[in-house]
């Protein structure tokens, strides 16, 4: 359960501690350490460290004397003993200063940016690990499970019934349960989700994730919501190749969320660069409005040049994949090819098997320093005999990774060493049957530098394949889309995957 409060027209809603305030670090009042050590309050502070799937943490970082005795809203996270707000029925409370209150997924949520936690002089020593597990567990965003006047919970009760630390009246209880622990997870999971109401809110959103720092681009990539996927996923490609925003926009590129998205990137005197089919009127008001550089890649080729213009000596590889999704999913392999290309600084081109040759064969006049194709596919379309032509055909070498659905491929992908090394990795996870949600996460997966996954819902999920990549590979990373593709509980079993606890 979460942390309730009702926001300005009396709408339910969540208290959540914010990604930017996230690990906590806690300042102790000098009276409190010299009462009960620092060891044990460091001991107490970090007992929800570990927790699997959730990435709260807190650290305690030192010791003040500045005798406060109240909270106080001053920027510093500080352990006091409270002399005002303790009442008769507390041991210590939680104050959580908000900094601002926005809707999410239709539910308030109130951001947490500073906390205070007031110890009462009537706190025992040997239950501060007890009460602090409690108070902590609020500063995280859990609420109480029962009032005391229910009475959940008592030793009396015995064995046969849940210890839960977040009834009101648990103290005595010893260690969380699973449930408390996946409360935990959901409110603050190790693969956090990056959303939006559509597709082009949703590549916002990761716009806002991947470059959180606002005015500092110097170029950004602005690519028409509606351009064809071979194009869409080029400029993926690019993007991440020179680490620089990739949004989509509508036809008039200064408004809506895409607009918005790009007038916080934008740094004083910044290049646009228009890729595809945007109007003229697009680029006069960048230029004349905006006092903006606009520069124009209008297709797939000169998307390709620009790759290839990145290297003093042009691109080796050219990595090729095909617009097909395996049975049973949506999810294109050319979408789940963009890390790849990224991490070879190589071009993406999509292709048929019957249109294989002829699409090499084009970006080969282009781009002649090419001596390596990397074919990555899930169908298994392509023979070994198509294969052997290719190289005849071309003289190039092919490297072809192939792989019987979509979840296989992108794992192999992430095990492409020259790529992704062999150490942990942040990967993006988004829904198999979302191509729309695939093509933003593609663009935090490029940004990121991390390998996108694509991930079959139901009650199997997690995919065994997946939720042991992520145990052996995993330190984080992301879910695209929104609750109705990959809900709650399942970015929960997720988010233990990757601490081992499925």
Known sequence: MTLPFLDEVGRPGTWVLAERAKPLTMTVEREVADRFGLDALARSLEQWNDTPGSSFSVALTGIVDDGVDRKLRDGVNRVFIDRRGCGERFLARAHLHTAEVEIREARPVAWVTEVDIGVCERLPAELLDAVMRHEVAH??????????????????????????????????????????????????????????????????????????????????????????????????????????????????????????????????????VLVGDLPGSCADELTLGWQLHVERLEDVAAVTRAVADLDEDGPTRLVVAPATAPDGADVPDVTLAVPAAVGLRAPLVVAGDDDLRAVVRDVLRDVPSITVVVLLESGRAVTP??????????????????????????????????????????????????????????????????????????????????????????????????????????????????????
Not at 195 to 222: C, H, I, M
Not at 461 to 471: I, K
């Open 139 to 272: 500063v995280a965003g859990l609420g109480h499970q029962c009032e005391p006047a229910e009475e959940c919970w008592t030793p009396q009760m015995g064995s046969g019934h849940r210890c839960r630390v977040m009834a009101t009246a648990a103290y005595p209880c010893q260690r969380p349960e699973v449930e408390d622990e996946e409360a935990l997870a959901h409110v603050h999971p190790r693969l956090p989700r990056v959303s939006g109401a559509d597709p082009v809110r949703t590549v916002t959103a990761v716009s806002s994730v991947a470059f959180p720092t606002a005015g500092t681009a110097s170029r950004v990539l602005v690519t028409a919501a509606d351009a064809p996927l071979s194009l869409r996923v080029a400029a993926s490609v690019l993007a991440g190749i020179e680490g620089v925003p990739h949004i989509v926009a509508g036809d008039d590129c200064t408004q809506g969320p895409g607009g918005a998205e790009l007038n916080r990137l934008a740094a004083i005197d910044a290049t646009v």
């Open 385 to 502: 005999a198509r294969v052997a032509s290719l190289e005849d055909d071309t003289g190039l070498r092919v490297r072809h990774i192939a792989a019987s659905d979509g979840a296989e491929l992108a794992l192999k992908i992430a095990h492409m060493r020259d790529v992704f090394g062999h150490g942990e990795l942040a990967p993006v996870l988004v829904a198999a049957d979302r191509p729309t949600d695939a093509l933003a996460a593609a663009d935090l997966a490029a940004a990121t530098g991390a390998p996108l996954v694509p991930v079959f819902s139901g009650p199997a999920s997690p995919d065994v394949r997946v939720a042991g990549f992520l145990d052996d590979r995993a330190g984080g990373g992301y879910v695209v889309g929104p609750v109705s593709a990959i809900d709650s509980a399942l970015q929960v079993r997720l988010s233990r995957a990757v601490d081992g606890a499925r």
